[in-house]
């Protein structure tokens, strides 16, 4: 084979083979475009769904786009408000407490009158059949926080029994509850501080009442 006609194939075979590259790109691309829209939709239904867990009720605006972001002890904090008549009647946020095995997130609602609605732990990666007791799907334990405020226990008594406080402990696990407890009690302070910017914020655009 002369010389000449051996470049002229493999100057082919490259442009067939970047050709190739060119349309697998493509083709992902295309593909990536067109489940994006499915995939912001499902995390935005899991998002909603954790948020109607400890918001419960009925309420006139969208929780999702109803938001306000303020500064927290650990970071930016981003709250969640449900309406009725425009006004804030209720808020959900999130919340980290320090676990035995690493950060326990939680989502907490509350009330106007600064009551707990609900708590839900969101990702933990605590022992099973130990720490795991945090989930309601294991123990009911969770549920011990709803109705709790400031006020009701005293501040001193927002501790763990072991801390000579008024929530239950685990079995061989007292660092998983005392995280959480810790965790929602530093998110009830953060609704105190920050009171007057959470229920008086405007009201959100596309909300209608009578």
């Known amino acids: ?31 990536a ?3 994006e829209a499915d995939i912001k939709a499902a995390e935005a239904a899991d998002l909603k769904q954790s948020l ?15 938001t306000i972001a303020l500064p927290g002890k650990e970071g930016e904090v981003l709250v969640y408000r449900g309406r ?19 950060n326990i997130v939680c989502v907490m609602g509350v ?44 501040a001193e008594k927002w501790a763990v029994k072991k801390d000579g ?5 685990f079995a061989g696990a007292t660092i998983t509850p005392r995280g959480v407890v810790n965790a929602v009690k530093g998110g009830l302070e953060f609704f105190e501080a ?3 910017a959470l229920l008086e914020g405007a009201v959100a655009e596309g909300v209608k009442h009578e």
């Open 1 to 31: 084979m002369k010389l000449e006609e051996l470049r002229g194939k493999l100057g082919y075979q490259g442009i067939l083979l970047g050709g190739v590259a060119l349309l697998t790109s493509a083709a992902l691309a295309y593909a």
């Open 33 to 35: 475009s067109i489940t």
């Open 52 to 66: 109607t867990q400890v918001l419960p009720g009925e309420y006139e605006n969208d929780l999702l786009k109803d």
């Open 84 to 102: 009725r008549a425009g006004n804030v009647e209720a808020v959900v946020y999130r919340v980290v407490g320090h676990g035995y095995a690493g």
């Open 111 to 154: 009330s106007r009158e600064g009551k707990i609605l609900g708590v839900r732990v969101i990702s933990h990666k605590e022992t099973p059949g130990l720490g795991d007791k945090i989930e309601p799907a294991k123990s009911d334990w969770i549920h011990s926080f709803e109705g709790k405020w400031l006020g009701e226990p005293l």
């Open 194 to 196: 920050n009171r007057t």
């Open 165 to 169: 406080g008024v929530f239950d402990q």
